[in-house]
């Protein structure tokens, strides 16, 4: 199976702040990566497909980047309604994978 | 509008079964793959099974693999999770999610557009 590890686990940072969280892949899954975020209580909701696609309605302050195996969320002026947690998932093979998550704190 | 109810979860003790059900609507359900995802209390994300447009082709990962199974009625719009011999590590909310369109897909695996709220299941004496 194809292992997802994501850094940081947590990362702490201010409104406005630009951040980046990191998926590495154990082996090539060329671009087949999504990121999702997930708030307390509720589902999952893609951002990101085919590693730097923005999905329809998502803010244009996300964005991704990667192939092979690293891949980068970038959020470039973190807003109050980001602060989540984000998930990375490969989709290269059936036995679908994800990440472990990166929970995003208020500094 | 896209919707995925899930239901049939609840307590139930270890060994014992239970079916999920998750009623689709809002899109022509017979032409997606659909899958299963859960997420143990506190834990993160994690991939359960996958079932093809027809029902022909299913997988599941090594944790459940020989106790639950997959399957689908395209005329009911519904898809079910058939959870046998239950351990206390099966605690957790089960999802069901909806592959995205083909276009954005790879050999017929992809990414989820769409995700039910979620059911408990919590596996305990």
């Not at chain 1, 998502?58 to 998930?87: K, N």
């Not at chain 2, 999920?20 to 143990?40: I, K």
């Not at chain 2, 020989?66 to 351990?87: A, C, E, H, P, V």
């Amino acid at each position: 199976d194809i292992q997802m590890t994501q850094s940081p686990s947590t990362l702490s940072a201010s409104v406005g702040d630009r951040v980046t969280i990191t998926c590495r892949a154990s082996q090539s899954i060329s671009s087949w990566l999504a990121w999702y975020q997930q708030k307390p209580g509720k589902a999952p909701k893609v951002l990101i497909h085919k590693a730097s696609s923005l999905e329809s309605g998502v803010p244009s302050r996300f964005s991704g980047s990667g192939s092979g195996t690293e891949f980068t969320l970038t959020i470039s002026s973190l807003q109050p309604d980001d602060f989540a947690t984000y998930y990375c998932q490969q989709y290269n093979t059936y036995l679908y994978t994800f990440g472990q998550g990166t929970r995003l704190e208020i500094k | 509008e896209v919707q995925l109810l899930e239901s049939g979860g609840g307590l139930v003790q270890p060994g014992g079964s239970l079916r999920l059900s998750c009623a689709a609507s809002g899109f022509t359900f017979s032409s997606y793959a659909m899958s299963w995802v859960r997420q143990a209390p506190g834990k993160g994300l994690e991939w359960v099974s996958f079932i093809s447009v027809s029902g022909g082709k299913t997988y599941y990962a090594d944790s459940v693999k020989g106790r639950f199974t997959i399957s689908r009625d395209n005329s009911k719009s519904t898809l079910y999770l058939q959870m046998n011999s239950l351990r206390a590590e099966d605690t957790a909310v089960y999802y069901c999610a909806k592959d995205a369109d083909d276009l954005y897909c790879v050999g017929g695996s992809c990414y989820f557009d769409y995700w039910g709220q979620g059911t408990l299941v919590t596996v305990s004496s």
